[in-house]
DNA sequence: TTGTAGGCGTTATCAA
DNA sequence: TTGATAACGCCTACAA
């Protein structure tokens, strides 16, 4: 291994004269800054990132803790995260966990194994933040769920506003002459999102002079296609004339729509369908998925920057609600009664 | 910061003491190791893994470079390794590069920088890993790919036979009667995988007594929705009579149909469509695809073992072929005459 | 079984 | 503008 020593041989300088040179200070002579870059290009000499982080004791790295690992907007997001991150002299330190689990624990963990200079949490949980969040030191930006009532210093937040969303898919469902309307969403008593879409549901259940029969109208999924599959065939079991059906994610939608077919139903001609995230794979599938879009792109580019904002600029935390869309596929039909 | 000398200070032994319990050495009295324990308990002491790592130059982490972004085989496999990662100590370093990019200069890049202790790519084109592959000296493992023909002795590969595969999709087409045949891929000059699954194709139509027709018969694009979309439309128009179609992934085959779709033509009653890797998106979609299956799952915990082989065991470059399997989905419906 | 001391490769302080 | 040197937190001979 070339270290900076040998390099400091090489060129005739001292090592402190290379570290300058490397971290390209401008109090060194252009003969010592030329010798010195030639060497360590013949050399291919990189800086050790061990030694350099241990003693300036940061480490340029972000963490990312991602809660479900088959939710595909929160893919769309890393992935722009990752190209904004590619940029930069910053590592990404990816952590992905079960959608119900802890994510405050785990960057607590992730904290002190890997010191990053900051976190973005794509979901999480204000019940876990408000339990163990002052553990958590670094600047953070919660990115799809809100945290501007939880009042953390360190904490940003770019989110989605949940509730007016959901309000909105089952207002479009509504809005098509649908009366039997089912829900598919995630665990309520786990997941904070789905209570918030839970709760646009139920206002928008009662602007309609309605409420929701929870035992018959509600069903629980994981966000997967998989169990979006399971859940779906549940839901119709219990409440066999449904006519239109509001499910949490686009993923999960495509699962219940395969169900429907396996069925023998036809999406939107028996049920009709609104998901949820407004993915890519949305606009794809067959039939083109109805969807209240979440806009991925902005999503994931606010939080960055706002990330970099309280770590370099040191600027206080913002909590900002990225405008959702309402995106007509082809998996609603208008009911006439 | 609490370091290892508050523990030993706190818990009244040496720092080696210290040392050799956290790092579950034997020779300690179990005395020194329950107070110590005790004692880094209390004030959540975790090592500094800079420090560690610096000092042991050896940094457990293991470097993934994944060849093209929107590949969701690809996503699956990552996902099945991070799984296994997760109960090591070790952790990934995740790299993503556009599925044309040279992944041999990223990889020697990756090792500068990081110093994992072993490599997977994700995808690869043995032209890249002729040129300066020799410039990589941990132990690698080509995953989907074969390295077999490459020689050298830290790569290893767990790989698809992707020319019997290629030639398995294109069967299957004249198996159900189609005889004009249309192909979409990937640029067949900078994509190896591609490349292969072609000579398969090519093989399938001198089996039936037919050649390709390159000008007509192939069109190229990358592998997500948008470019399958668009290569779809391009492929239909310069050979509108076509009746099949094989595309080289299932992402691009989701892009195509629904192009075909949104054209007025109906899958499989117009064209039928055999797509590539058997994604879980495959079965899901509607119709369902009818795909040549890669078992992720081998493939993930194959070269996952084989790497740790070769880190851990000093065992010598193997090459293993993963079987696949053809899933007929209802995308490919038979041509009567 | 335990402790002391040296060093991993880098940066930063201070003096020259 | 440059160089010697002391850290950073940890591991590991080697000594006791």
Redesign the pocket.
Known sequence: ?V???DIARES??????V??V??RR????P??KKKIEEVVERFH?T??NN??Q????NSKSIGVIVKGISNMLFANIVEEIQKMIEKTDYTLVMSYLDEDDDEVEQATLLCRERKPIGLLFLGGNPEFFKKEFAGVDVPCVLVTNRADKLGYANLSSVATDDIAAGRCAVDALFAAGHEKIGILGGNLEKSYTSRQRFLGCQESFLAHGREIEMEKCYEKAHFSFESGYRGMNRLVEKFPDVTAVFVMSDVMAIGAIRALRDRGLLVPENISVVGFDGTTLAEYYNPKIATVKQQYQTLASRSVEILFGQIELKQDAVHELVPFEFVSGESVRAQEE
Not at 12 to 17: A, E, L, P, R
């Open positions: 291994m270290t900076i020593k005739g300088y001292s090592v402190s004269t570290s300058r490397l971290n401008n109090d060194v002579s003969d010592a000499f800086p050790n030694a350099k241990l003693k300036q004791n």
